[in-house]
């Protein structure tokens, strides 16, 4: 487990390239944390840090949006698939979603509000939960 207090904006590039590193090959990764905590927002900086430039934004409507970039080490282009399960109310609607071709593509999966579908994610994740604090200061944890 690895903990960040955030004080400021200004700091979320470096700390969305620690979480790149400490992630390691895992590519579905699970953030939690009260509405209005920065899930969007530290998901845009990781976005920002891979050479995303599309405009990052919450998929709460959509349910998906997803995003291109180039990887680094093979020079393909990827998929980061964003999702954002709030509105859902049962696995079931989620698997109709096609939730596992994203869970199990090999592109990032990065996911909000998955408590509904921990039934059915691989094996090795990435959960990352962000606590607000007073005078807007966020935890970060990575585990």
């Known amino acids: 487990m690895h903990e960040f207090i955030i004080s400021s904006l200004d700091e979320l590039p470096a700390l969305a390239e620690q979480?790149?590193?400490?992630?390691?090959d895992r590519k579905v990764w699970l953030f939690?944390?009260?509405i209005g905590a920065g899930k969007t927002t530290l998901i845009k900086a990781i976005c920002d840090q891979l050479g995303v430039t599309e405009?990052?934004?919450s998929p709460t409507f959509s349910l998906v949006n997803e995003y291109r970039y180039q990887e680094a080490s093979t020079q393909r282009a990827a998929a980061i698939y964003h999702l954002d399960l709030y509105r859902l109310k049962s696995l079931e609607e989620a698997l109709?979603?096609?939730i596992e071709d994203y869970l199990y593509s090999g592109d990032f999966c990065w996911i909000e509000w998955p408590a509904l579908i921990l039934p059915i994610l691989p094996q090795e994740v990435a959960q990352i939960k962000i606590e607000i604090f007073e005078n807007s200061f966020r935890k970060v944890i990575f585990l």
């Open 96 to 98: 109709d979603i096609g």
């Open 55 to 57: 405009t990052v934004s």
């Open 19 to 24: 979480l790149l590193r400490l992630a390691g």
């Open 32 to 34: 939690s944390g009260e």
